[in-house]
């Protein structure tokens, strides 16, 4: 019955590959990921920018909806 079983291959913590995290400007040998969740350190004007729209937008949309949602509700359950 041993020999029927199948070897699961498992990743260790040496396998793990860190060059893919390649923010900032280089100039320290710090190996972890600099940067927030959608703003990375070295990120040009317009990409903060344009970010920071997305955000200040979806906030007002968030808003708006919630108030509408309840209007909606106060009138039909009044």
């Known amino acids: 019955m041993s ?3 199948k070897t699961i291959p498992l990743m260790d913590e040496q396998s793990v590959d860190d060059s893919s995290c390649s923010t900032g400007c280089g100039n320290c040998n710090s190996t972890g ?4 969740h959608i703003i990375k350190a070295g990120s040009s004007n317009d990409v903060v920018y344009m970010n920071l729209l997305f955000f200040v ?4 949309v968030m808003i708006v909806t919630s108030y509408l949602i309840l209007k909606i509700l106060t ?4």
């Open 3 to 5: 020999s029927d079983m």
């Open 57 to 60: 937008l979806f906030f007002i």
């Open 75 to 78: 009138g039909i359950f009044q």
């Open 33 to 36: 990921c600099a940067g927030g």
